[in-house]
């Protein structure tokens, strides 16, 4: 049987262990701090991250290099792999997906790069169906579709405290980041098309968590399903997220609770809470 490798980007936030028990590689991307350029995961934290954001620091981010990109499918290709399916964040928010297509062509194996239209344990919960696709032995085209199937499946929803880190990073409207100052109202944002689209508007930060709490159980529904529920700088509200959602779904299959990394944590600010909805 062809032996398929999956990449995914640093992005996905994938828990370790599952990125070590499947196989699965992720390329960091780059969160520039003033004048010092690190890689998520290893090199910047997500409580360094939420301190510069509160003390204004100027924070921005970068795709891999295709370069870099490149030699990680060199490398893996010199481990014995024939095929590589690199799976990643959202061509509306990085140019990670046009890097990979770059570094694709150079590659000594051929590689199926996949813009997922996720990101966070959206992507992860992607990059984890096509992962136990190629352990049982499918190709690159199953694992590619488990992936993208995945996707169309899975639902994001998150709730910031303010929208003026995603207007600042160019990840949300300028209208829409208005219309939630203006009003002086706590938004609710949902994933859509791959982009950032404004779903609810509510008054109050503790009825925007209730409301969310409400729109994940909805979407859940009682079939099998997995959650991930994320923050930045919010470690207590996430987790009682998190025991909310375990009373309150009866089908859930495993449930990820983390912080998000510099990179997202970077166009949100601190305060994100959010949940991923994947059905199994």
Request: hydrophobic share 45%; net charge negative.
């Amino acid at each position: 049987m062809p032996h398929v490798a999956i990449v995914t980007d640093s992005t996905a936030y994938l828990p370790q262990p599952a990125m070590q028990r499947h196989g699965i590689t992720a390329v960091p991307l780059t969160v520039v701090l003033g004048d010092q350029a690190l890689e998520e995961g290893t090199e910047i934290s997500s409580r360094a991250l939420a301190e510069a954001l509160q003390k204004r620091r100027s924070v921005t981010t970068s795709r891999p290099a295709p370069a870099v990109l490149a030699d990680t499918y060199r490398r893996i290709a010199d481990t014995g792999a024939d095929t590589i399916v690199s799976l990643h964040l959202s061509s509306e928010f990085s140019g990670t997906y046009d890097a990979a297509v770059l570094a694709a062509r150079e590659a000594p194996v051929p590689v199926r790069v996949v813009d997922t239209g996720m990101v966070a344990m959206a992507l992860g919960f992607c990059a984890l169906a096509a992962a136990e696709v190629a352990e049982r032995g499918g190709t690159a085209e199953e694992a590619v579709a488990a992936a993208e199937k995945r996707a169309a499946d899975t639902s994001t929803y998150f709730y910031v405290d303010t929208l003026d880190y995603l207007r600042r990073g160019g990840r949300i409207g300028a209208a829409q980041a208005l219309l939630g100052s203006a009003f002086a109202v706590k938004p609710l944002l949902q994933l859509d098309g791959g982009r950032i689209e404004l779903l609810e508007k509510v008054r109050t930060a503790s009825r925007a968590v209730a409301r969310l709490e409400e729109i994940v159980a909805e979407q859940a529904g009682s079939g099998a399903v997995d959650i991930a529920v994320h923050h930045l700088a919010a470690p207590e509200r996430a987790a009682l997220l998190a025991e909310r959602l375990r009373e309150r779904v009866p089908g859930l299959a495993e449930l990820h609770l983390s912080e998000v990394g510099a990179v997202i944590g970077a166009h949100t600010g601190p305060g994100l809470l959010g949940a991923v909805v994947s059905p199994r």
